[in-house]
């Protein structure tokens, strides 16, 4: 049973704190996040797997290896202080002595996130005043604030809580996450926060965060780019007071991992939602595979096709532009000739594809489908009782003004 809460997404969870100032990063917007445990919470985190790895993504991977236990993250957007060699490490270890000694914590028990622009060298000066103007602000209140600061080309802050139950106590998750551009992750998107009151092992907690995020966000795209700083933590502070979960076998173990998966699929969701330019949120539905990694595949390969995105935009019902990408996917199992195709929406259903070949439909139907804000594409391959779903949007004209200009 989960109830959504009315407080703010990550600090909806007991133990979590959280401000958001405009520290000068950006020209106006709120662009510094600080999410603060006051008595320690378990931490573990998913990254992108592009060979090109920010600064903050380096060092906290490295971190995690070494200890479960933390007392901040601190997020910083317009710049992503990535492809920035020595000095960008350097600003980050100065960044985090910087702010242990402002929370009198120890260095190591800090993490932090950048997002923005790559290849520019953190303006120090900025995060040196934003750190101590932002300790001040923190507070249980605090987390619409920082959802906000960690935004880039959102239009929205993306927030979500719900309580669920936990050996029969009434436990707590919320989270926020930023994203709208350069989304198509591998292990994490863009950055995202996830915080619950849970006790639970590191271990435990990133074994059900890595399931979550290759079912949910890896299986979300805008414009098919693997970002550098990708990044998704999950906090447990333990005030919940459960006997500690350390495995499958633990009471509570299943519960919380649907709570995760759940979460997780919630911020996926939301990030295609607003994905740069979008007008319509669009799901592609792989039905009838006979492996999940052919569904995945094939699913991923339509949901990125440009062709497609722009088919949906302009609410044109080019089932052949689907059919292609699905033909191209790198999948084992795979006959054009059974393949059927539907599209649909709130306002109705219309079958486009059957045994591979085109039918007869009513086009003006099938406008009136693709016209609305969330539509369906249902592939069928008739060839097992595998199912999967990748969540994209469409492409629009404003995709492109957004990133011809994104450095201005």
Known sequence: MTKKLHKSGVTAAAGVQAAGI?????KHKKDLALLVFPEGATVAGVFTKNKVKAAPVQY???LLQQQEQFKAILINSGNANACTGKQGKADVAETVQLLAEALKVQPEEILVSSTGVIGVFMNMDTMRKGIEAIVPEISENGGAAASKAIMTTDTVAKEVSFTFDV????????GMIKGSGMIHPNLGTMLGYITTDVAISQAALHDMLLKAAENTFNHSTVDGDTSTNDTVFVAATGKLGNELIAGPADAGYAEVEAAI????????????QDGEGATKFVEVIVTGAKTKADAVSIGKSIATSSLVKTAMFGEDANWGRVITAAGYAESEYF?????DITFSSENGKIQVCQDGMGMVFDEGLAKKILKATEIEILVDLHLGAETVSTWTCDFSYDYVKINADYRS
Do not use: E, W
């Open 60 to 62: 906290d991977q490295q």
């Open 167 to 174: 050996a029969g106590k009434t436990a707590t998750i919320g």
């Open 335 to 339: 006959d054009a000739d059974v393949v």
């Open 261 to 272: 998966l759940s979460i997780c699929a919630k911020l996926a969701k939301l990030i295609v």
């Open 22 to 26: 405009h520290a000068g990063f950006k």
